[in-house]
C-alpha cells in the first residue's frame, strides 16, 4: 500500500515504506521526558506505530502535586505512519535531529499542552542491542538519544505550568526495531525459563553539559550491553567514554535503587563518576510499559482513550509497576571538579541478578 511516505526518498527496501518486513512485532517509537530545575514538575510522552499490527498509540504523563496523570490514547494506524496522531495527542517533527514539537488538545479529560523540544547537543546513536530467547530474537533495536530544553506550557484542570527553556530540561529518545509488543506469542520457546532482564538507563542534564549511561546485564551481573557519553557546551561535541562500571546500593527489601554510581574512563585515563540519588519515582505502565490492558501495541478499538492517576507516595513494588523512571539528583565528578544536575534512572529489574542477590523472579 503507498502512503505520504512513498514520497520521500527514504526506502531502504524495493517495497513500499508501510511494509517493514515478516516480523509481527517491529516498532517505531518516540519518547520524551521534560522536568523542571528541581524535579516537582515532570512530563514524558510516548508514541508508537506498529506497521505489522496496523495500530498507533501514544500517552502523555504529567505529575504535580505528587499525583502522576496519565493520559492514553490508540487507534488504527490505517497503515498510514506519516501520520502521527493519535487522539488528542500529535507529534511534529519541526527540525530533523534538533526540534520536536508535542501538543495536545483533549477536552475531554482537560488537558491541553503545546510544548517544544529543542535539542542541546547533537543525538548520540546508542549500540545495537540484540537480545535472544533461545534460538528466537526478543529484541533487535536501534536508539538514538538527544538531550534538549523544554518551552511552552500545560494546563490541566485548575495546574497551570509554564515551561521556560531555562527552567525545564529534559531528554528523548527514537527507538525502532523488534520488542514484545501486542498481545504475547501464542507459543513460548522450550524449555521455558523465568524472564530476565536488568535494565538502568540514566540521562542527565547540568548546565554546561549533559550525561548518559546505560547497563544491561546478565544472570551472571554481566553488563551484555552498556554505554557512557558526556557532552559539553564549550566545545559542542560527543566523547564516548570506556569501561563503564557501576556500583548499587537497595532500598531495603526492594528492587528500587537508593543510590547508583557509575564510573568510566575519558580518553586521557581519567575517570568520570556519576553519582545518582533518586527523589521520586514515576511509573513507567502510566506510558503503556507493561500496563495490562493499555499496553504498547494492544488493540483498544478504533479510536479510543483513558485517564487515570497514581499516588506516587505509594509504591506496589509489583506489576505493572516494576518498570519507573526515578527523578534523581545527579552529582560529576572529573577533572578535579564536581557539578550537580538533574535526570532520571530508569530502573526494570526483573529476574536473577547475583551481584544483587536476586534469586527469583522478583524477590527482594
Not at 513500499?16 to 517491529?26: C, L, Y
Request: aromatic fraction near 12%.
Amino acid at each position: 500500500m503507498l502512503t505520504k511516505g512513498d514520497d520521500f526518498p527514504i526506502h531502504q527496501l524495493p517495497v513500499p515504506i508501510s511494509e517493514v518486513g515478516t516480523e509481527r512485532n517491529f516498532y517505531d517509537r518516540y519518547f520524551f521526558n521534560g522536568y523542571n530545575n528541581d524535579g516537582e514538575i515532570f512530563f514524558a510522552t510516548a508514541m508508537c506505530v506498529y506497521p505489522n499490527l496496523n495500530l498507533i498509540d501514544g500517552s502523555f504523563v504529567l505529575v504535580a502535586g505528587g499525583i502522576q496523570h496519565n493520559f492514553r490514547y490508540s487507534r488504527v494506524l490505517g497503515q498510514e505512519r506519516m501520520n502521527t496522531e493519535v487522539g488528542a495527542l500529535k507529534v511534529e517533527v519541526i527540525e530533523p535531529l534538533k526540534k520536536i514539537k508535542i501538543t495536545i488538545d483533549d477536552k475531554k479529560y482537560d488537558i491541553s499542552a503545546n510544548l517544544e523540544f529543542e535539542g542541546r547537543f547533537e543525538p548520540v546513536q546508542e549500540p545495537r542491542m540484540t537480545l535472544m530467547n533461545g534460538p528466537k530474537v526478543s529484541m533487535d533495536s536501534t536508539r538514538l538519544t538527544q538531550h534538549g530544553r523544554w518551552t511552552g506550557n500545560i494546563t490541566f484542570k485548575e495546574t497551570s505550568v509554564d515551561v521556560k527553556p531555562e527552567e525545564f530540561f529534559g531528554t528523548r529518545d527514537r527507538s525502532w526495531g523488534i520488542r514484545p509488543v501486542g498481545s504475547p506469542d501464542a507459543q513460548p520457546v522450550p524449555p521455558i525459563k523465568l524472564p530476565q532482564f536488568y535494565w538502568l538507563w540514566a540521562p542527565a542534564n547540568f548546565e554546561e553539559f549533559s550525561s548518559h549511561v546505560y547497563f544491561v546485564d546478565n544472570e551472571r551481573g554481566e553488563s551484555t550491553h552498556s554505554h557512557s557519553v558526556l557532552q559539553m557546551s564549550s566545545e559542542k561535541q560527543t566523547e564516548v567514554l570506556g569501561a563503564p562500571q557501576k556500583i548499587i546500593t537497595y532500598e531495603k527489601n526492594s528492587r528500587r535503587v537508593l543510590k547508583a554510581e557509575f564510573y568510566s574512563q575519558k580518553d586521557d585515563g581519567s575517570e568520570v563518576r556519576v553519582v545518582i540519588e533518586p527523589k521520586y519515582r514515576m511509573f513507567m505502565c502510566g506510558l503503556g510499559y507493561m500496563h495490562p490492558e493499555w499496553g504498547h501495541g494492544m488493540y483498544r478499538g478504533d479510536n479510543e482513550s483513558m485517564y487515570d492517576s497514581y499516588d506516587l507516595s505509594e509504591d506496589p513494588h509489583d506489576p505493572p509497576f516494576l518498570h519507573v523512571q526515578a527523578i534523581s539528583d545527579f552529582t560529576v565528578s572529573m577533572n578535579g571538579q564536581t557539578s550537580k544536575g538533574i535526570g532520571v534512572l530508569e530502573e526494570l529489574l526483573i529476574g536473577k541478578h547475583k551481584p544483587s542477590g536476586f534469586e527469583g523472579l522478583l524477590d527482594r
